[in-house]
């Protein structure tokens, strides 16, 4: 377990530089209960190029759900803000664009022992200075608790996932992004994961080391 969180950890240390070969995101996700019913949900995301140092995406997205059953299926609808500074392929030009987007949600999950499934369809609205697009997005994860025999407090766990996204129009496979990361819950209202996600769009795919924190207010 040891060298698995050493891995995970320092395998990006190694690659900084390789602008075009390897990433990273730093990501925050927060939920705040504001009855039995409604949560506000809000996130930021920080994605750069190498570890800290060349920005390529800033993402910040909040929105309200509503909890059709307890603790397991959710709708929601919600607005994100992308600053995007990424680069042409193959050359060192850079594009520098903001798109809004609305979006609307449906979250189902599972428990089953040791596995926490969860199930998320997305669409978006997605609004640029000169265009507007409409994607759907499937996301399907589990988290696999370690070292307890279900998710619970100082619990270890083993989380992977795999999201497509889908054009509506012109080219209908956008991305595909596939996870596998090594986690810790400290509380019900605390948790961080890290962990090495591939993503392949326009027939390019980059890994990224990604590092989050996860709070329910």
Do not use: C
Not at 12 to 17: A, D, N, Q
């Amino acid at each position: 377990m040891r060298n698995l969180m050493l891995f995970i950890f320092f395998t990006p240390i190694s690659l900084i530089g390789q602008r075009n070969e390897f990433g990273n995101w730093l990501i925050y996700f927060g939920d705040k209960k504001i009855n039995s019913r409604i949560n506000w949900h809000h996130e930021v995301q920080y994605r750069d190029y190498n570890f800290i140092t060349d920005m390529e995406q800033l993402l910040l997205r909040t929105g309200i759900g509503y909890n059709l059953t307890d603790n397991n299926n959710n709708i929601h609808i919600g607005y994100s803000f992308v600053k995007s500074k990424p680069f042409v392929y193959g050359t060192s030009e850079r594009k520098n664009f903001n798109e809004h987007r609305t979006y609307q949600q449906f979250i189902s999950k599972q428990v089953f022992g040791r596995f926490a499934l969860q199930h998320r369809y997305r669409f978006e609205q997605r609004i640029f200075e000169d265009a507007y697009h409409l994607r759907l997005r499937y996301f399907l994860s589990t988290n696999i608790a370690l070292n307890r025999k279900q998710m619970e407090d100082k619990t270890i766990y083993l989380s992977a996932y795999n999201e497509v996204f889908i054009n509506t129009k012109l080219a209908y496979f956008d991305r595909n992004r596939i996870y596998f990361g090594l986690g810790y819950r400290f509380s019900k209202y605390a948790r961080t994961e890290a962990g090495i996600m591939n993503q392949t769009a326009n027939n390019i795919a980059r890994n990224q080391f990604n590092l989050m924190m996860f709070l329910n207010l």
